[in-house]
């Protein structure tokens, strides 16, 4: 009920603001203004997977190593709830680094590491548990995350916002998942292999 009442607040406030700075602005503080300030937080803890981005050094690549231990354990909980996990996620995970960008100002700030989470997960996605699957997984993914080759630096250049965050490591994760992939179905490189007959 209050939250309610604060949204409505905001609303006829929006109004106002809305006649002076124009509608686009008005609708992003409408957005920004329903969240409670308990979800704010846990979103913008979410944006830097709970302390992990504020690594001094290389916090893409510290929550890509700290994401190691969550693909395991997903993994051992079947496809399905993997699945659904890394689907949630990148919507969360939109919000998550659209709050921390206005809170912050600025786009895609390096602090920000759910896009690599999501990223890893994504790349990790029906591969074995093997050590030379993390290792191929992590060195892909980072690979094409720095360097950010044609589409997926596309992506980070023109896509504004929680969005632009997170479109860049989801694209880095489904080229490195499909190369692995191949990998997996064709090969033994990643200390296991699908049988196709």
């Known amino acids: ?20 700075l124009g509608k686009a602005l008005a609708l992003a503080s409408l957005a920004d203004s329903c969240y409670p300030e308990r979800m704010r937080k846990f979103l913008k803890q979410l944006a ?5 981005g504020l690594s001094p050094k290389a916090p893409g690549t510290v929550a890509t190593l700290a994401t190691i231990p969550l693909v395991f354990l ?8 993997y699945m659904v996990v890394v689907i949630l996620l990148l919507p969360v995970g939109i919000m998550a680094a659209d709050i921390y960008e206005k809170d912050k100002g600025g786009h895609d700030h390096k602090e920000i ?10 790349t990790m996605t029906w591969l074995p548990m093997t050590w030379q699957a993390f290792a191929a997984g992590f060195a892909l993914f980072r ?27 989801v694209a880095a994760g489904l080229v490195a998942s499909l ?3 191949t990998l997996y179905n064709h090969t033994n490189w990643l200390g296991a292999q699908v049988l196709v007959p």
């Not at 830097?48 to 992990?52: E, H, R, S």
């Not at 590491?113 to 994504?122: A, K, T």
């Not at 997926?152 to 250049?157: P, R, S, T, V």
């Open 1 to 20: 009920m209050l939250l309610l009442a604060r949204c409505l607040e905001t609303i006829s406030e929006l109004i106002r603001i809305k006649r002076r």
């Open 48 to 52: 830097i997977f709970f302390g992990v």
């Open 74 to 81: 997903l993994a051992q909980t079947g496809p399905l709830i």
């Open 113 to 122: 590491v759910i896009d690599e989470v999501l990223g890893f997960l994504i």
């Open 143 to 169: 690979l094409l995350d720095i360097t950010k080759p044609l589409l997926i630096g596309y992506l980070d250049k023109k896509v504004q916002g929680g969005l632009g965050v997170m479109m860049d490591d």
């Open 179 to 181: 190369v692995l992939q």
